[in-house]
């Protein structure tokens, strides 16, 4: 059995995870061996599959870990007792956030999607779909409440705002002028000066 820790007490799978991440950041999935996986983990290729299965495993659990943490969020957002539209401002702003948080990741899974497997790529399409038919719940409720315009579909309105969220690891630098939370603002007042009455 593969040790679970390493000396500082870091789990074996959150080290491969971390160093798959930084490896397909820099050089790309496909350029990305396991052999180099695990020898920046520090681990062996056994403790790999213990683990995960094989690399495309370590592609989804990259993207999933994120989708996870998101839609833990979203849910809380959606299930609180404020108005709508404080729900989906919060809501439209966290998803800017945690993705700016997790840009490698989110940049990782867009240029890299396409080499999941079939079942894997069907899983996070399903993955995601619940996400967005959860967020455009949100912008429904406000348009039936008469909070919310129903000029635009609520489809329309929610891929809007989800390209600008795809779009942040191809412009968005920690170092620019602009932090993750005035992007979030920015982005979020956006979407809701479209939903304006």
Known sequence: MPRT?????????????????RLFAERGYDRT?????????????GALYH????????????YARVLRVQ???????????????????GAAADVVVTTIENLDDAMIFFRSMHHLSPE?????????????????????????AGVFSKAAP???????????VHHL???YRPDGPMSSQEVADHLADLLLRALRP
Do not use: C, M
């Open 5 to 21: 820790t390493d000396g500082d007490g870091t789990p074996v799978p959150q080290r491969l995870l971390a160093a798959a991440t």
């Open 33 to 45: 061996s396991v052999q180099e996986i695990v020898e920046a983990a520090g681990v062996t290729k």
């Open 51 to 62: 683990y995960f299965g094989s690399k495309d495993d370590l592609l989804h659990e990259v």
């Open 71 to 89: 839609q833990e969020r979203l849910d809380a957002f959606a299930s609180s007792d404020d108005p709508i539209e404080k729900r989906l401002r």
């Open 120 to 144: 894997k790529n069907k899983q996070v399409r399903a993955e995601r779909r619940r996400y967005h038919e959860r967020f455009r719940a949100l912008v429904e409720e406000g348009q039936e």
């Open 154 to 164: 609520a489809d329309l309105v929610v891929d809007y705002h989800f390209g600008s």
């Open 169 to 171: 690891s191809t412009w």
